[in-house]
Each structure stands twice: as C-alpha cells, then as structure tokens.
C-alpha cells in the first residue's frame, strides 16, 4: 500500500439447567455480523454492527500508530491488525465482551496486509518497507514472531490457500519481467520459504484465494485482475477491471468478484462463472474505497471509503446492487482484508426462576 500521506488523496457458564452452543444460522436464529475497521489516524479500530440498519459503531478500540491491515481468525474469535507506523500488529479478542487488545506483536518495518492460516494458528504479515513475510505463531499463550521470510519489493498484500500449504504475496514495486511479482512460499516445511516467482501486471495490491484455489490479483497499473493457475503458478487470465483496481473481494460461493476502483469512485463486478471471466456492471459513488469484503452468504458487500469516512453496505444479490445503509468512521479509514467477523457462536442459557431464554454473540 502507499504510504499513508497519499492515501489521504485518491488513491489511495454454568448458569442454567441446559446451556446449548448453537452456530448462527440455525432454525429461529437471526443473527449479524460484526465489522472491525481500521482508522488509521486515529490508530483506532471501529467495531461495527451489521445488524442494525443502518450499520452503527458499537466501540472503538485503540491500537498501535497508523493501523491498516485486518485480519479476521477463521473462528471468528481474534483479530489481528497490522500498526503499519510503529511496525508491530495488535492482537484482538473478540470474544470478550467488549472485545479487548490482549497482546502486541513486533513485526517488521511498515506492516500492511495480514492473513491469518485456515487452522487459526499462524498469522502472516507483509512487512511494506522491509521486504519481508512476519510469520507470527498465535497458538502459545503469548503470540510470537517465529519466522522472517525475506520476498520482492514492497509486498502488501498476502493470501494462504485452503489447505495452508502455500502463502501468495504481491509484490508491488517488484519489477519483474511483465511488471510485479507475487511470491509463492511453502509453508509445509520447517520454516517457510519462497519456492516460486510469479510475474504479473504492475503494482500488485488486493490479493485473494478463489474457492476454486485459483490466486486473484489486482493490478493496478494495468487496470486488470489476473487470473493465476496455483498449480501451474502462471497468470490464466487477464480481466479488464476498471480503472486503477485496487481492494478486492470474493463472494464466499466464488460466482462474483468485486474491486474497487479508487480514483473515478467506482466497484466493478466480475462474473466468476464464465471462461474466461469478465466484468458485468459496476456500483458506482464508492469514493477512494481500499477495503472491501462481503458477507458469509455473498447476499451483501461492504465498501470502507477514505473519502466519506464511511462503512456502506449493499445488497448484491439483486440488480443492480442496492445501498442498505452507512456508518460514519473516524479518520482515514482503511479496512484493507478480511474486516467482516464470520458469524459464530450463540450461547443460550434459561434460567431456572425466570424460564427465560438468553442469546449471546461472543463477538461483542
């Protein structure tokens, strides 16, 4: 990501008879999603409720200097935000109530993009200016740096595949011989290593797993998504994407792409399910959004724009897409990765005097 002075700018218990642990989803059930956006001037990260309508910030936790990277842990139980100013990541824990910074873990020089593995147990991060991939062990009681792996220049975003077994990181000012290069690290080993060199377009930035395990990359320079077959490890398809694609996000089902175009306010949508894919719409009046995700069913987008300082949700299971709402966030938003908790665990518990039945989200 660039540095932050241009970002300002486009672009850039035991308490009952019977306690039941139910996944959100089941027969009666109703439940939302929280959203934990980073501010990165206010090194603080807003926690927003999806379910009410429109959206509304429930709290505000303080993190390091500058924050712009997230990360939501595939349990829906942790968060890891990257501190891109003072070169360490925060460790959230969302299943108290409220969610509470439990630790900070020193990384490397200017941190941006994060992931988390699909075990919950390894944190990766991209450290912007220093080269290098922070492999954080988050299983111990206290989260330690266990592994640097050095890549190409300014790496920003990173992305595992299903399985664990290979972490993809966008280069972006990694001159290869058609523009940037992503590095292909083998975390199957005893310590992590780059096995592979992968040229794309130029100036890499959002970057994602398909359900399919095909590696999607948004290259700016070149106003395309690349396709990239992770076997071969060679760029499949090239889709036209608007100008200047930067966020990207992929619906849970892998039929629809979606990536912000930062400097003309606009999210072009990629038809995943036709040969090669290829864009079919866009949503317009989305200034200078960087982070994009998309609910667990795919029925909803949320866009985080640096310019209105907002969260805006749209329904994109109709067409065109239709805005549900936005919340106000503080300065500079980012939410650049997975911002959107998965929906977890309810809890419920009824009571012996009172017979009534209590839900609670261990997310808030």
């Given at each position: 990501m660039p540095r932050?002075?241009?970002?300002?700018?486009?672009p850039v218990a035991c308490i009952s008879a019977a306690v039941l642990i139910l996944w959100f989803g089941a027969a009666g059930v109703?439940?939302?999603?929280?959203?934990?956006?980073?501010?990165?001037?206010?090194?603080?990260?807003?926690?927003?409720?999806?379910?009410?309508?429109p959206p509304a910030v429930a709290t505000r936790l303080t993190v390091g200097s500058l924050p712009i990277g997230v990360a939501v842990a595939?349990?829906?139980?942790?968060?890891?935000?990257?501190?891109?100013?003072?070169?360490?990541?925060?460790?959230?824990?969302?299943?108290?109530?409220p969610p509470q910074v439990i630790h900070t873990v020193t990384v490397g020089d200017e941190p941006n993009g994060v992931v988390v593995s699909p075990d919950g147990d390894t944190v990766y991060v991209a450290n912007y200016s220093?080269?290098?991939?922070?492999?954080?062990?988050?299983?111990?009681?206290v989260p330690a740096v266990v592994s640097t792996v050095p890549v190409g220049e300014q790496p920003e975003g990173v992305a595992v595949d299903a399985a664990g077994n290979r972490l993809y990181v966008g280069n972006s000012e990694d001159f290869g011989a058609t523009g940037s290069t992503v590095s292909v690290i083998d975390l199957t080993g005893v310590t992590p290593a780059v096995v592979d060199t992968i040229d794309t377009e130029p100036e890499t930035h959002g970057i994602l797993v398909a359900p399919d395990g095909r590696l999607w990359v948004a290259t700016s320079d070149s106003s395309n998504l690349a396709v990239i077959d992770t076997g071969t490890n060679t760029v499949q398809h090239t889709v036209a994407a608007g100008d200047r694609p930067y966020g990207l996000a992929i619906s849970p089902d892998g039929t629809r792409a979606y990536t912000s175009n930062p400097e003309v306010g606009t999210v072009t949508i990629v038809d995943m399910t036709v040969?090669?894919?290829?864009?079919?719409?866009?949503?317009?009046?989305?200034?200078?959004?960087?982070?994009?995700?998309?609910?667990?069913?795919?029925?909803?987008?949320?866009?985080?724009?640096?310019?209105?300082?907002?969260?805006?949700?749209?329904?994109?299971?109709?067409?065109?897409?239709?805005?549900?709402?936005?919340?106000?966030?503080?300065?500079?938003?980012?939410?650049?990765?997975?911002?959107?908790?998965?929906?977890?665990?309810?809890?419920?518990?009824?009571?012996?005097?009172?017979?009534?039945?209590?839900?609670?989200?261990?997310?808030?």
């Amino acid at each position: 990501m660039p540095r932050l002075d241009t970002l300002s700018s486009p672009p850039v218990a035991c308490i009952s008879a019977a306690v039941l642990i139910l996944w959100f989803g089941a027969a009666g059930v109703v439940a939302q999603p929280f959203a934990y956006i980073t501010e990165a001037l206010d090194g603080t990260v807003a926690v927003v409720d999806l379910g009410q309508t429109p959206p509304a910030v429930a709290t505000r936790l303080t993190v390091g200097s500058l924050p712009i990277g997230v990360a939501v842990a595939p349990a829906g139980d942790r968060v890891y935000v990257t501190n891109s100013g003072d070169g360490t990541v925060s460790v959230i824990d969302i299943a108290q109530n409220p969610p509470q910074v439990i630790h900070t873990v020193t990384v490397g020089d200017e941190p941006n993009g994060v992931v988390v593995s699909p075990d919950g147990d390894t944190v990766y991060v991209a450290n912007y200016s220093g080269n290098t991939v922070s492999v954080i062990d988050v299983s111990p009681a206290v989260p330690a740096v266990v592994s640097t792996v050095p890549v190409g220049e300014q790496p920003e975003g990173v992305a595992v595949d299903a399985a664990g077994n290979r972490l993809y990181v966008g280069n972006s000012e990694d001159f290869g011989a058609t523009g940037s290069t992503v590095s292909v690290i083998d975390l199957t080993g005893v310590t992590p290593a780059v096995v592979d060199t992968i040229d794309t377009e130029p100036e890499t930035h959002g970057i994602l797993v398909a359900p399919d395990g095909r590696l999607w990359v948004a290259t700016s320079d070149s106003s395309n998504l690349a396709v990239i077959d992770t076997g071969t490890n060679t760029v499949q398809h090239t889709v036209a994407a608007g100008d200047r694609p930067y966020g990207l996000a992929i619906s849970p089902d892998g039929t629809r792409a979606y990536t912000s175009n930062p400097e003309v306010g606009t999210v072009t949508i990629v038809d995943m399910t036709v040969e090669p894919p290829v864009a079919i719409g866009t949503i317009p009046g989305v200034l200078n959004v960087i982070g994009l995700d998309t609910s667990d069913d795919g029925s909803r987008l949320y866009t985080v724009s640096l310019d209105d300082t907002q969260l805006e949700v749209f329904n994109v299971s109709v067409t065109p897409p239709v805005s549900l709402g936005t919340v106000g966030l503080g300065g500079l938003p980012v939410g650049y990765g997975q911002f959107v908790a998965p929906l977890g665990a309810l809890i419920f518990a009824d009571g012996f005097e009172s017979g009534d039945l209590t839900a609670w989200s261990p997310q808030i």
